[in-house]
């Protein structure tokens, strides 16, 4: 397991795993390397939507291009949690942060579309009201041969809930329950504008990198 900085970090200290614990933004970067020197390995990766979606942004576009057989989870809270509040690349526009003290003005990424629009063959979400279908999703991507990302939407009572309502942490949960909407009938429209699909959103198979890349050596060495 290979985690970056933020909340989502401490999980290394929760599992029984091989762990690393590197800089911010750069845990896919360092779990490609632990998977391409031995892709024996089952690698899972841990990381925030800032740690993932802003710093690491583009180590989430070439993981998820390569197809590499990663399985990344990104516990979305919408904000960064540990730094002091600042706004991250999936704070909805017009919600408060410590850098958005009157409303953010920049569009939110939807992170799940990004991995998909990238290359990544396993892409799901899930909310920890619906911790049982969460787990599942994650099960899922951890079987999955190649590039699995899984977005877990989580909340932060502590700066965004105090800065946009509500600061309760169930209120939040049930909030988060009436918001998710199953994949298979969520539509696209205005009355959707504040709701978001979970389960699994985009499933294919395609040659994973390690794979590919032990044919190469291969080939190489007949030469």
Known sequence: MVAGIGCSGRATAYFDFSTVHCTHGRALAVATGVKAADPELQVIVVMGDGDCAAIGGNHLIHAARRNIDLTAVVYNNL??????????????????????????????????ELAWAAGATYVARGIPYSYQQLVTLIAGGIVHKGFSFVEAVSSCPTYYGRQNKPADPSEMLKMM??????????KEGPEMRDRFPVGVLHHVEREEYTHAYQEVQRRAQER
Do not use: H, W
């Not at 410590?98 to 409303?103: I, Y």
């Not at 329950?177 to 969520?186: D, L, M, N, R």
């Open 79 to 112: 904000i960064y949690g540990m730094t002091g509040g600042q706004m991250s690349p999936t704070t909805r526009e017009g919600d408060i942060s410590t850098t958005s003290v009157l409303g953010n003005i920049e569009q939110a990424f939807d992170i799940c």
């Open 177 to 186: 329950k009436k918001a998710a909407v199953p994949a298979a009938s969520f």
